[in-house]
């Protein structure tokens, strides 16, 4: 097995050489190599610790692990109670300062449960390893971390006003979002950046500046029972099948193929009688087949680039339900979940400014991810509150959300190089 100093060495070997960058900026990337092996054993320590969203206790123990770090750093930390919205709770940390507020954006919960067989960091190669939530994200919670202490080595963390939000449910959001985002939203408020540490598409040639918010959506349809042998005439019309039938392909016929919009139903129940458990998405339908279907539901999600994307889908949509088939009843109901994080002006700003700091300190072009590609994620709360918002710029590797899930531990120096660079930047006024 090879020691963490020889890793150390092998990693930064692969990495490109510094270029453009100031004598302040060489201390930061210095300081990042030299201390890459503490950060190798704080994300062993964290990937260690199961904190999938509804193991409350887990996602506390992480917390308490980063609030330490932070406390150390010099941060006012406080841990948010998540019983209110039934979740472990949020950590902040705040750094009072002069120069632009930053903030930036972490989470502490996985996908993966106590049950989950995937438990443990396991090295699978010189430069590669694998665990439970390595690149969602605690990858990028380690890469926050470590681009601060980098600041604070010059001294420039100083004088920084930063503040840090790491979320207990990024994977399933506790409700009302309106509480359990609150303190994420409340962060925002007057920021003039924000920086999600997501690890994106895992290609580190990559960011985000664009995501697609999400809405779920349930039918509910009624027909006129009868004997099936007097389906389609006047009396009796066509049935709670046949009108969701009607519906789901109008969508198609009217939305399917718009830029970013995407829309699918994930369950369909029809017959004499329906019995679905929203909050399990499973259910129950009994009927017979010389028997015209009485109750019908389908539910499913859209998602849209932007707000008015959203509201245009919205409307075709119930306009489609609206237009019954005889004797037949429907409606549609939303239930909005993430919003959408649509491009602006300033997020390519912000991008331009990363993809500069990433070449300077060797790690090559940036380009942005397509927002097709990009899931939805807690920086998009945030939309409309900070000037410009980055995300997707925390530890690389594939297999997320699987058993599979694998860093590519080379683009942990990397990330935390090219991040403390844009942190310096940002804080000498340069995308003013």
């Known amino acids: 097995m090879l020691t963490r100093a020889l890793l150390l060495l092998v990693m930064t070997s692969l990495l490109p050489q510094s270029g453009n960058l100031s004598q302040q900026e060489r201390a930061l990337t210095a300081f990042v190599d030299a201390n890459n092996e503490s950060a190798l054993a704080l994300l062993e320590r964290v990937v260690n610790i199961n904190s999938g969203t509804q193991n409350f206790d887990g996602v506390r123990d992480v917390g308490a692990v980063f609030r330490a770090e932070f406390d150390a750093l010099g941060f006012k930390t406080e841990w948010i109670d998540g019983t209110p919205f039934q979740r472990a709770g949020h950590l902040v940390a705040e750094h009072p300062g002069t120069g632009p507020r930053i903030l930036l954006i972490g989470h502490l ?26 690149t969602d994200m605690k990858g990028g919670d380690v890469i926050i971390v470590q681009s601060l202490k980098a600041l604070k080595s010059v001294g420039l963390l100083d004088t920084m006003n930063i503040v840090v939000v790491m979320t207990g449910d990024e994977e399933a959001a506790g409700r009302p979002l309106t509480m ?4 994420l939203v409340k962060a925002a408020q007057g920021a003039d950046v924000a920086i999600g540490f997501e690890d994106g598409d895992g ?3 990559t960011a985000v500046i664009a995501r697609r918010g999400t809405s779920g959506w349930e039918l509910r349809v009624t027909g006129k029972p009868a004997h099936s042998s007097q389906i389609f005439n006047e009396e009796n019309g066509y049935g709670a099948v046949f009108e969701t039938a009607r519906i789901l392909n109008g969508f198609r016929e009217a939305l399917a193929g718009q830029p970013h919009l995407t829309f699918n139903p994930g369950v369909v129940l029809g017959g004499t009688s329906v019995d679905y458990d929203a909050a399990a998405s499973r259910g129950t339908g009994f009927g017979k087949s010389n028997v015209i279907a009485e109750h019908a539901v389908a539910t499913g999600d859209l998602r849209a680039l932007s707000l008015e994307q959203f509201a245009a889908a919205k409307r075709t949509m119930q306009e489609i339900v609206a237009a019954s088939l005889p004797q037949t009843s429907a409606t549609i109901t939303f239930d909005d979940g993430y919003p959408p994080l649509a491009p602006t002006p300033g997020n390519e700003r912000l991008l331009t400014m990363f993809h500069r700091a990433s070449v300077d300190v060797g790690a090559g072009d940036v380009v942005a991810v397509d927002p097709d590609k990009a899931g939805a994620a807690d920086v998009s709360f945030v939309a409309g509150h900070a000037g410009m918002i980055l995300d997707g710029v925390g530890l690389m ?14 683009t942990l120096p990397a990330q935390a190089k090219r991040m403390a660079v844009l942190l310096a930047r940002l804080q000498r006024g340069e995308a003013r």
């Open 203 to 205: 290609n580190p040639a």
């Open 180 to 183: 359990s985002r609150a303190a």
């Open 397 to 410: 590797g594939t297999g997320g959300h699987t058993v599979d899930e694998v860093a590519d531990l080379r």
């Open 109 to 134: 919960d996985t996908v993966f449960e106590p049950d989950s067989p995937f438990q443990k960091f396991e090295r699978v190669s010189p430069t590669a390893a694998k665990g439970p939530g390595i």
